[in-house]
């Protein structure tokens, strides 16, 4: 059975630090990678999505890197902003279906 | 403006009442997925469709009810037999035809959520 944990649950930090959310997952057999961001009370909005095939995916600030072998996937977010303060899932699809499996989250508190 | 659309935002059960959460999407896609979310959990899945008229049970099916009958729409009915509705519900769509056989990306795409709660 897939399981995916995110660690930290939560992280506090200043405005400006570069940050790391880390994603493992216990089955390598995986179609994808997405990271979602989600706004308290709201929907959830795609970042990144990166292929098994796929080492990292770049979207401005933002850098998904993926290592299917070991079942590890980080999100890496250069110079925060308080306007990064948010919610971030990660999800893998199963290969041969469209289902998505999600961790828990990292809560992300930026402050000026 | 194309995506996905829930109605209502907020919504109240009595006990023993049935209710419909409303999920319309306009981006023609062919998948849409309901999933439940938890405090301090992350999403699972209730239910799938991949198509017109079918539906697959998610990983917590017990106590909900879907239909298909229109591309562009996919309600999702909290019955009275779901002792625990609280929630937040999320409804999604992906365009599942491009998966098979190629690198298409077919990110699931989210609507803003209906918050249920029990009177």
């Known amino acids: 059975k897939q399981e995916v944990t995110q660690i930290p649950a939560a992280l506090s930090v200043p405005e400006g630090e570069n940050l790391v959310l880390n994603c493992s997952f216990t089955d390598s057999a995986i179609y994808n990678l997405q990271w979602f961001r989600q706004d308290p009370g709201k929907g959830l909005t795609s970042l990144l999505l990166i292929q098994s095939s796929q080492r990292e995916q770049t979207s401005g600030r933002l850098n998904a890197s993926l290592d299917k072998s070991s079942g590890r996937s980080t999100l890496y977010i250069a110079a925060s902003q308080p306007g990064d303060s948010a919610t971030y899932l990660c999800a893998v699809r199963r290969i041969y279906t469209d289902k998505l499996i999600f961790g828990t989250g990292t809560r992300l508190q930026v402050f000026p | 403006d194309g995506g996905i659309t829930q109605s209502p935002k907020y919504l109240f059960r009595k006990e023993g009442q049935n209710v419909t959460l409303s999920c319309e999407q306009n981006l023609n896609h062919d998948a849409m997925y309901w999933y439940r979310q938890d405090p301090g959990q992350g999403l699972r899945l209730i239910y799938y469709s991949q198509i017109v008229n079918d539906f697959q049970k998610g990983d917590i099916a017990e106590g909900y009810s879907v239909s298909r009958e229109k591309k562009e729409s996919f309600p999702l009915t909290v019955t009275s037999a779901q002792k625990n509705p609280t929630a937040f519900y999320l409804c999604?769509?992906?365009?599942?035809?491009?998966?098979?056989?190629?690198?298409?990306?077919?990110?699931?795409?989210f609507g803003a959520g209906t918050r249920l709660s029990v009177l």
């Open positions: 999604a769509s992906s365009n599942w035809r491009a998966l098979a056989g190629t690198l298409a990306k077919n990110i699931q795409y």
